[in-house]
C-alpha cells in the first residue's frame, strides 16, 4: 500500500574531511532518534576556512523518513 | 490579540486517486498528532508511474500551525 | 497581425471544491470586467484547513488579455 | 543493483477534463514508445480560456525513466 | 570539536509594532522549549492591513539549533 | 462564505526613514482608492545612498485585496 | 522630496523584427494611457517558430509607474 | 482537437553577429530534423570575450515541438 | 550623457541594534574607501542569537557605484 | 569556427560510493551512444538511507554536447 | 594545464542604442583594467524610459576572468 | 565586538581530482592575497569532459572574508 505521509527535516552535518562526509555525519546523527529515514536531498554546501584550507565541511540537507501508520 | 507565532512543518502525502486527495491525506494524517493547523501550502507535485499512468501522486506541502501560548 | 501586447494580473480564487475550482472562479470572475483573457499560470496553490481537512482551496495565478489596439 | 542512469525529459500534455489529465495525456503519450517509465513532477501548470472558463489545461511535466543496462 | 550537526526549523513571528519586533517575538517563543538556538534567516515578510496602515507585521523565519551530542 | 476573489498589485514605497516606514506609505497611498486591502507581502529592499548613508529606502511589496462580489 | 509611490505592470509585446523592438512595443503601447512611465525590466523572452526562423519575439517586461500625488 | 502533447528540447546556439542572430542560428539547427517546431523561451544569454569585446554571443533557449499523433 | 558603467559589490553588515541599521554601517563602511556609491539591494537578513533574542543583525546587500570615466 | 549547437539533457547517475562517482557513472553511460560530451552541470544531489548511512548517491547533471554539422 | 582560478564581478552596461551594445559597453569599460576577460553571463536586462521609448539600456553582467598564477 | 563588516567574491576553482579539491584550491589561490578569509558556499558544481569521463572539476564558490577595521 501506497498511502503513506512522510515528514522532511532540515539538518547541517559537520565535517573536517570531505562534503559527502558532513552528509553521513547528519544522516547517522538523526538515525539515533528517527526511524524510517529513508531519503536526503542536499540544500547547501558551505564550509568554515582556516589557513587557506577548509577547516570544516557544512552541509545542509532535507532527510525525508515515514510516519508511522 | 495576534503576537501569535506559527510554525511550519513539510510534509508529502500520497493517493493513487488526485493530486487534491494526496494532499488531503497528508492534512489528515497531521492532524492526528497536531492542534490548531489552519494553512498549507503546495511545494512539490511529483508521482510514480506504472503501465503508461499515475501509479500514485505525491504532493509535498508546507503545513503551518500555531503554538499554543 | 501580430503585434499585440498583452498586459498579465495576478488573482487569487478560492473553492471549497477543489483546485480545479479555484482557478475556474477566478477565471470567472475576471471575465466579467475584462475581455478577451486567453490565458493564465499557476502561480501557487494553498488551501485554509479545518477539521483535519482542506476548508477551502486557494490558487494564485497569472491571466494574460490582450490590449484593444 | 542501484548504479542505474536515468534520463529525464520535459512534456506538455494537454486536457480540456481538469490539470490531473492533462497529466495522464502526457505520461501515455510518453509510454508509447518510452520503456522502464517511473516517475514525473510537475515543472508548470497553465491553460488556454475561452468564454471565462479553462478551455483546455496544459501541464508541463518531467518525465524520469531508466537507461537499459 | 566542530563536528556537530544542527537542525532548522520555520516560524512565523508576529507583532503590532515592527518587523524586527515579529523576529524577536519569534525567537523568544521558540527559546521557551529549546536550547542552543544560534542562528536565524528571514525567509518572507509580509503583513495584515486595516485602516490604510499595517495592523501586524508577520516574519518567517528559520531557525537553526545544535542538537545535543 | 469564502469563494472570494482577491487581486495582488505591486508597489514600490520611498521613506527617508526606515524600511518598515517604506511599507507603510506604500500601503497608505494604495489606500486612497483601493477598498479592502488586507494583506502584504515584501519582494524587494532596496535605496539609494548619499554621503556614505541611505538616503532613502525603497520597498516593493505585493498588496492584495478582495474584488467586489 | 522623494517619498513617491510607484506602480508595477506587467507586459508582453511582439515583434517581428527583434527582441528590443518588442520590448519598445510593449512600451509604447503602455504610454497611449500611462503618464510617468520611467523604468523596465526584462522577466522572460520567448517566440513563435515558422519555418525553421523565429515568427515574432514575445517579451514579458515590469513597468513601473510613478503614481500622481 | 487540443488534446497534443508536446516534448522540450533545449539547445545553446552561437553567433558572432548578435544575441537574438543566436536565437535563430540554435532554430535552424533544429528545424533539420525536427518537425512542427513551434515556440522557444530564452533560458541563459552568455557569451565568449576576446580583444575587450563579445567575440561570439551563447543563447541557451528550450524549444518546443509537438509530438506527432 | 548615460553610457556609465557601474560595479556591484557584495557585503555583510552586522548591527546590535537593528536591521537597517546593520545596512547603514555596511554603507559606512564601503563608502570609506569607494567613491559614487549610489545604490545598495538587500540580498539576505540573518542574525545571531543568545538568550533568546537577537544578539546581531547581518544583513548582506549588493552595493553599486558608477566607475570613474 | 564558432557558430555551433549544442543540446544539453538531463541524467541522474548513482553510486554507492561517492557523489562524485554518481556523476562520473551518468557521464560514462552516456559516452557510450553521444558524441562531442564536453561539459556537465550538477542540478540535484540525493541519496537513498539505508541503516543510518547513505545507501547510494544519486545526482541529477545536465550534460551538453555538439550537434554535428 | 587546467588548474586554474577564475574571478567573477558584476558589473552593469548602458547603452542609448541597444542592449547587445549596453553589454558591449560594459565588457570594454572592464577591459581598461582587468586582463584575461574571457566570459560574461546576463543577469539582468533593464531600462530608462522617456517620451514613451527606451531612452538607455541597462544590462547587468557577470564577467570572469582568470587570476594570474 | 561584532559590528564587522564583510565583504563576498565569488570564485572559480578547477581540479582533475574531485569537486572538493576544486573548492580548496580556489581558496588556496584567494589566501595568497586576501586576509581573514573565514567563510565559503557553493554556487555551481560544472566540468568539462574527455574520453567519457570527468577531465577537470570547476566549482564556484562565494568566499566572505572581514574588512579590516
Do not use: C, P
Not at 41 to 60: F, K, M, N, S
Amino acid at each position: 500500500m501506497t498511502e503513506h505521509t512522510y515528514k522532511h527535516i532540515e539538518l547541517t552535518g559537520s565535517s573536517a574531511e570531505s562534503s559527502d562526509q558532513a552528509i553521513q555525519n547528519a544522516i547517522a546523527k538523526a538515525a539515533e532518534t528517527i526511524k524510517n529515514i529513508h531519503w536526503f536531498e542536499v540544500l547547501e554546501t558551505r564550509g568554515y576556512i582556516e589557513d587557506g584550507g577548509v577547516h570544516y565541511w557544512q552541509v545542509t540537507i532535507k532527510v525525508g523518513f515515514r510516519i508511522e501508520d
